[in-house]
């Protein structure tokens, strides 16, 4: 067992407790300042020191302390060589620091150190390169940036906490900050002194989802303090963490919440306001809010002593109106703070006038236009008809069709709604992008839909069935844009990658395509029954092949199959068929490696079938009976391509000449397996065959002969 210290003379002295002996078995100088921490890693193999000189220091504890130089220490006034390694240098002060565990990066792949000091950050180093590999910020400070209130931020001590991958730090203004290594952020803090708290505000930012799949918010998750400081202090009322909202660059004199206590309105000596609201991708399940700045209200020439929401909002969907501010220049303002309105269109006959807003929905107006006879006699006014409600997040993109009296719209939680003007339903709903879609339009007559999305893609849907039939892909960025001309030739999409993409309707082209070959497969299927008819067995099987119809180049062979030579002393005289056909087997004999490639691709799938084993083996003794071996071998040649046999390797081979003879692999081992099942199968038969002939033989024997005990006695 030993002991570890550093002390004010800048050495780090080691001193075993198993020994009897009251002096350092080991004292290690390399820094000129008070060593502030000492971190040994769980191996007990490193030593790592750090103090006030900006500097870390890495030393040798395994090679010094082997069984040879331990046993040397024991003596007093002998001491243990402990060599330093590795110098690092920080370029800061460091009050804390500590080895990773090997489960944090730590010693399994290089050995890493965490630093926590004078400038309020907690980094992560790389011994064995000397660089910072994480930094782990999240302790906030207000926008004075003077040295008094950057010294509030330093820390003063930092503890690693390896049983839940944190590293927990305390900064000089008594708050203590939680870093989670896994997910390199900031999970907790506590906040130890507010000093004059001015203004306080109950805040319900935090949704959850019940049995039913309903969002609820709740009403008080959440607590606004302000102080006699430029920071907004939120404190999560069941946890007691706290973030701190910095913007403001004097004191934050009031508070208020608005729009069902989801928002934050704060007043500053700044002459100006601001509102807060949390970040969608904060909500999530089990994680608190992340705030922002969503508005800065500048017109005021003092102090913002004052400030108020409008009280009265929709419950379902609570929403702000109005806000106002009161100030030490003595006057009283009202803003407008309603949702950004994000797309505006007009109906083809000029009657309505649709919006899209952050505030997750779309709003239909009337408008009301008049032009009398006259300069600056026009006349317009617009009346609110129906606010279509049912997307979750905010709405990008509003469309009226030119030829149904429906409103497309395009939302953030990646869905696009069809509404109806008569009742203000939504009609039906399109799902299928990965992201926020941003534009909707309408395509062939209203039949159709064309979306881009921030996930760079464009589709196009069939408006009866709610499907996607085409997805278009060339962008890498979010696609702002998308035009389509009054032809509807080509649609035109433009995205954040600088790139601007021409989409041609290819729909005619591709039926023409598809009657083109229709029409020529009737062609050819006509050949086939000509040269079936006429006789010509070679260009039939050559057709069928080239057609890929296995079922028609199988219904020729079986045709012909039974006018085959089957005695053996066939075989023996060197019988004119073997397929049936002599036509048959010159075609086998003469087929180019290409066709016979495709052929034997037929043929493996034959012979798995016990309908049609018969065929394929037919056509495989042919093959082998017909052409040497060598002929065969040049099917599979690298430089002859062959289609067909490429299938047949399935793996991922390095080149041509591997995948062939991967093919070649993959057709014997699909052959063997089945022709030895018939075989086995086939003498089975004969052998029940001669036992049946033995039983009849046995039946009539017993039949025609009678025995002399049935001859009748006559007499």
Request: aromatic fraction near 6%.
């Amino acid at each position: 067992m030993r002991l570890i210290t550093g002390s004010v003379d800048s050495r780090v002295r080691i001193f075993d407790l198993k020994l009897q002996r009251t002096d350092p078995i080991a004292v290690l100088e390399g820094h000129i300042s008070v060593p502030r921490s000492l971190s040994v890693s769980f191996d007990g193999k490193w030593l790592v020191t750090a103090g006030r000189d900006s500097v870390i220091l890495v030393w040798d504890l395994h090679s010094a302390f082997s069984s040879g130089q331990s046993q040397s220490s024991t003596k007093k006034g002998t001491r243990v060589d402990v060599k330093l390694v590795k110098t690092v240098p920080v370029l800061e002060q460091i009050e804390a620091a500590g080895i990773l565990s090997a489960s944090d990066g730590g010693e399994e792949k290089s050995l890493k150190v965490f630093t926590a000091g004078e400038k309020g950050v907690v980094k992560v180093w790389d011994v064995n390169s000397g660089k910072v590999t994480l930094t782990l910020e999240g302790h906030t400070v207000g926008a004075d940036s003077s040295e008094a209130v950057e010294e509030q931020g330093q820390i003063i001590n930092a503890v690693y906490l390896s049983q839940t991958s944190t590293i927990a730090s305390l900064h000089a203004d008594q708050t203590i900050l939680f870093h989670s290594l896994k997910t390199r952020t900031l999970s907790r803090q506590f906040i130890g002194y507010n000093d004059q708290i001015i203004d306080a505000t109950f805040l319900g930012p935090t949704q959850h989802t019940d049995d039913d799949g309903e969002h609820h918010t709740s009403s008080t998750s959440h607590l606004a303090l302000a102080t006699n400081s430029s920071l907004i202090r939120i404190y999560d009322t069941s946890t007691l963490d706290a973030r701190l909202l910095s913007g403001h660059t004097d004191m934050v004199l009031c508070l208020d919440k608005g729009a069902g206590r989801r928002v934050l309105g704060s007043g500053s000596k700044d002459k100006s306001a601001r509102i807060w609201a949390p970040s969608e991708g904060g909500e999530g399940a089990g994680e608190d809010p992340s705030w922002q700045c969503v508005a800065i209200c500048e017109g005021h020439t003092e102090s913002v002593g004052a400030i108020a929401f409008s009280r009265r909002s929709d419950s379902a969907s609570p929403s702000l109106r109005f806000m106002v501010t009161g100030s030490q220049d003595r006057t009283i303002k009202l803003w407008d703070v309603q949702s950004d309105i994000n797309s505006l269109d007009v109906s083809p006959n000029d009657q309505f006038l649709a919006t899209a807003s952050q505030d997750k929905t779309a709003k239909i107006f009337s408008v009301e236009y008049s032009l009398k006879p006259g300069k600056g006699n026009a006349k317009g006014d617009l009346k609110l008809v129906a606010t279509l409600q049912g997307h979750k997040r905010g709405v990008w993109n509003v469309k009226f069709s030119r030829f149904d009296r429906v409103v497309a719209t395009a939302s953030g939680d990646k869905s696009v709604k069809l509404w109806s003007l008569e009742s203000f339903a939504c009609l039906k709903t399109f799902e299928g992008h990965t992201n926020s879609v941003l534009r909707v339009d309408f395509l062939n007559k209203g039949l159709q839909l064309a979306t881009s999305a921030a996930d760079g893609l464009v589709k196009i849907w069939n408006v009866k069935d709610e499907e996607c039939t085409t997805t278009l892909d060339n962008h890498e960025e979010k696609v702002w844009a998308l035009a389509i001309p009054a032809h509807e030739k080509y649609i035109v999409s433009a995205a954040a990658d600088s790139v601007v993409t021409f989409w041609e309707d290819c729909t005619e082209l591709e039926e023409e395509e598809k009657l083109a070959e229709k029409a020529e497969l009737v062609l050819k299927e006509q050949d086939f029954l000509n040269y079936v008819n006429l006789q010509d067995y070679r260009n039939a099987i050559l057709l069928a092949l080239s057609m890929d119809q296995p079922r028609r180049l199988f219904t020729l062979f079986q045709t012909i199959r039974p006018n085959r030579t089957v005695t053996f002393d066939d075989e023996l005289n060197n019988s004119p068929s073997v397929t049936g056909n002599v036509s048959v087997d010159e075609v086998i004999r003469t087929l180019p490696p290409l066709e016979l490639g495709r052929l034997l691709k037929h043929v493996r799938n034959w012979n798995a079938n016990t309908k049609t084993f018969a065929v394929a083996q037919t056509i495989l003794h042919a093959v082998l009976k017909l052409r040497p071996a060598a002929d065969i071998l040049k099917t599979f040649d690298p430089s002859e391509s062959n289609e067909a046999l490429m299938e047949l390797a399935d793996e991922e081979v390095v080149g041509p000449k591997d995948k062939d003879m991967r093919a070649l692999k993959e057709l014997l081992d699909a052959l063997i397996p089945y022709t030895e099942r018939h075989l086995n199968r086939a003498e089975k038969l004969i052998q029940d065959s001669y036992v049946v002939d033995y039983i009849l033989n046995e039946m009539d024997s017993g039949i025609l002969v009678p025995s002399e005990n049935d001859a009748m006695e006559i007499s």
